[in-house]
Each structure stands twice: as C-alpha cells, then as structure tokens.
C-alpha cells in the first residue's frame, strides 16, 4: 500500500512576478525557515480573473489566528494564453504537470473525446521537463517526459484502449507520492467519470496524502449518459479533490466546453497570486491546520487549498 510520512511543512511553490510590461522568470521563494506557501485564484462574479491587487489587500489566517505575509507575487497582468510562443517559454519557469487519464472500461463510449482533448492539452502547457502522463484501468502506467516530447506523448495517447477495472484513488495517490520531493508549482488534471472499483486505498488515505502535497488538482468529469444523480455520486471524489487543493471541477459534456476549461487552466497558472507567511503555531505535533484567504474586493470568489500538516518532530528526551 501506497503510504507517505506526515513530514513538517510543506516544499515553498514557486511564483511568477510580471512588471513594469517586462518579462521575469518565476522566481523562487528560498529560505532556511519553515515558510507555508499559498497559491490565490481570485475572480468576479463573471468567472474572470481578477488581476492588480496588492500585498495590503490579502489576509491570511491559520485555524483562524491571522498570520503576517512575509513574502507576495502578482501573476500577469494579461492571459497567458495569448501571448506569444517566445514569451510564454520565458515565463513557463519550473513547472510540474501531471495529466491522469482514465482507459477503464466504464470510459469506453467518452474515450475518443478524452484522447482528442489530451492531445490538445498537451500541445498547449507551459514548457516543462516534468511533464507526468498517466493513463489506468486497474493497473497504473505513470511516465515523465519533457513537454518536447510532444510525438511520442501523442502516440501513447492515442494507442489507450479503455479496458478492464478503475483503480482511480490509487491512481491519484500514485501522482502525489511522485512528485512530492519535486520543486516547483504543480498542477494535476484528471480526466475521469469518477468511478473507482479496483483501488487499495480508500478515499480518506488520499485525501491525507491530498493534504500532504502541494498540487492544484483539476477534474474533468466525463458522465456519459449516467442519470442526474448517479452523475452527481460519482463526481464526489472529483469535486473533493478540487475544492481540497484549490483546483476547479467540470463535466466534459464536449470538446467546447473542455477546450474552455484548458484555457482557464493556464490562464490561472499564471494569474494567481502567491503568498507566504511563517506560522505562528510553534507546535510539532504534526496535526492539520486550516488556511483561510481574505481579500479586500467586493464581490469576488476566492480558490486556494484548504490547509497543511504542521511539522511533527520527536519530543526531546530529558
């Protein structure tokens, strides 16, 4: 069984800074210090990004106690998703992203619309050489690749058959225990209709490992033609694992609507804002500790992940 240690807190994301209308690379919070690192998604009542803010604007709050913003990043000031291809190579910096595929054989009827909006996922990410791709049934095949490696991707991609059992908790858990020792921001997207019939692991072991890791977790749920609430059971674990680490949930009704989605993705990527405070909580007793993001803009919706492990040390001998 997959299993990772409650260790003290969590690897510092790294953040993107755009100024003065001139290209940075993203630079990376380091320190010798237990710094807790949040990535903000912050936008309108219409879905748009809310860009501009500043460092005087946020409030953080862990187990409600308010905590002091030692370090702060804006994202860009315009969507990345058109900027030209020299300028978003600049700015892509360490990425790490993971795309998990369901081939199980409940995905048979969606698994041409999956391939095609794999494909054109992978042709438009940030430029990374941590580039995981992983496609189950009740077995799991994990590779990392450079996002260069755009033909041979492809060719695996298109070579999934959907077969066999679902083991889609085991499948998660997998991605999290790999790339957890990684630097850099990390981004997962899942496309799955959220069924599991096969995993070792059960849902609370995932959401442990969910709330050990640094990862932004997507889902796209693929429902087929499953009744509403049969739709509405099976998406659970899918919406869980977006509400948990700050990510967005969505149904795959059609590439449209996918294609949508892509581009919010990485848009977000690169427009969130980054934050980072020493905790005030002195404990080592390894517990969960909850984050709470304020933001002083009206009518304004707020995605970030929901908390970490404090650090967990062996009390001193006397």
Same mark, same amino acid.
């Given at each position: 069984?997959?299993?990772?240690?409650?260790?003290?807190?969590l690897?510092l994301?790294?953040?993107?800074?755009? @100024?003065?209308?001139?290209?940075?690379? =993203?630079?990376?919070?380091?320190?010798?210090?237990?710094?807790?690192s949040v990535?903000?998604?912050?936008h309108?009542?219409d879905?748009?990004?809310?860009?501009?803010?500043?460092?005087?604007?946020?409030?953080?709050?862990?187990d409600?106690?308010?905590?002091?913003? &030692?370090? #702060? @990043?804006?994202?860009?000031?315009?969507?990345?998703?058109d900027l030209?291809?020299e300028?978003?190579?600049?700015?892509?910096?360490?990425?790490?992203i993971? +795309? =998990?595929?369901?081939?199980?054989?409940?995905?048979?009827?969606?698994?041409?619309l999956?391939r095609t @909006? @794999?494909?054109?996922?992978?042709?438009?990410?940030?430029?990374?050489?941590?580039?995981?791709?992983?496609d189950?049934?009740?077995?799991?095949? +994990?590779?990392?690749?450079s996002?260069?490696?755009?033909?041979v991707?492809? &060719?695996?991609i298109?070579?999934?058959k959907s077969?066999?059992? $679902?083991?889609?908790?085991?499948?998660?858990?997998?991605?999290?225990e790999?790339?957890?020792?990684?630097?850099?921001?990390?981004t997962?997207?899942?496309?799955?209709?959220?069924?599991?019939s096969?995993? $070792?692991?059960?849902?609370?072991?995932?959401?442990?490992?969910?709330?050990?890791?640094?990862?932004? =977790?997507?889902? =796209?749920?693929?429902?087929?033609s499953?009744?509403?609430?049969?739709?509405?059971?099976?998406?659970? #674990?899918?919406?869980?694992?977006?509400?948990?680490?700050?990510?967005?949930?969505?149904?795959?009704h059609?590439?449209e609507?996918?294609?949508?989605?892509?581009?919010?993705i990485?848009?977000?990527? #690169?427009?969130?804002?980054?934050?980072?405070y020493?905790?005030?909580n002195?404990?080592?007793?390894?517990?969960?500790?909850?984050?709470?993001?304020?933001?002083?803009?009206d009518?304004?919706?707020?995605?970030?992940?929901?908390?970490?492990?404090?650090?967990?040390?062996?009390?001193?001998k006397?």
């Amino acid at each position: 069984m997959l299993s990772l240690s409650l260790v003290g807190l969590l690897l510092l994301s790294s953040v993107l800074a755009f @100024a003065q209308e001139e290209v940075q690379r =993203i630079p990376v919070f380091t320190t010798d210090v237990d710094m807790v690192s949040v990535a903000i998604a912050v936008h309108d009542r219409d879905g748009n990004f809310v860009r501009g803010l500043t460092a005087d604007q946020f409030k953080v709050y862990e187990d409600g106690v308010e905590q002091r913003i &030692e370090l #702060f @990043a804006a994202g860009l000031d315009e969507s990345w998703v058109d900027l030209p291809p020299e300028i978003k190579d600049e700015l892509s910096g360490r990425q790490v992203i993971g +795309l =998990i595929m369901d081939a199980s054989g409940s995905m048979e009827d969606d698994m041409p619309l999956l391939r095609t @909006a @794999a494909i054109k996922f992978l042709m438009n990410i940030p430029k990374t050489e941590n580039l995981f791709v992983m496609d189950f049934d009740e077995n799991i095949r +994990l590779s990392r690749y450079s996002s260069d490696d755009q033909r041979v991707i492809a &060719e695996r991609i298109y070579g999934i058959k959907s077969e066999g059992w $679902t083991a889609l908790y085991d499948a998660a858990a997998t991605f999290l225990e790999r790339v957890y020792d990684l630097d850099g921001r990390k981004t997962l997207v899942i496309f799955s209709d959220g069924v599991d019939s096969r995993s $070792t692991l059960g849902v609370s072991e995932v959401f442990e490992m969910v709330k050990l890791s640094n990862v932004t =977790i997507h889902s =796209i749920h693929f429902a087929g033609s499953s009744s509403m609430s049969r739709r509405f059971q099976e998406s659970r #674990f899918l919406r869980q694992l977006a509400r948990e680490t700050g990510g967005t949930y969505a149904q795959g009704h059609s590439l449209e609507v996918i294609d949508k989605l892509f581009d919010k993705i990485l848009d977000e990527l #690169f427009s969130q804002y980054n934050i980072a405070y020493l905790s005030s909580n002195t404990e080592t007793n390894g517990k969960y500790r909850k984050i709470k993001v304020e933001v002083d803009v009206d009518d304004i919706k707020i995605r970030h992940r929901r908390g970490y492990f404090g650090p967990e040390r062996e009390p001193t001998k006397q």
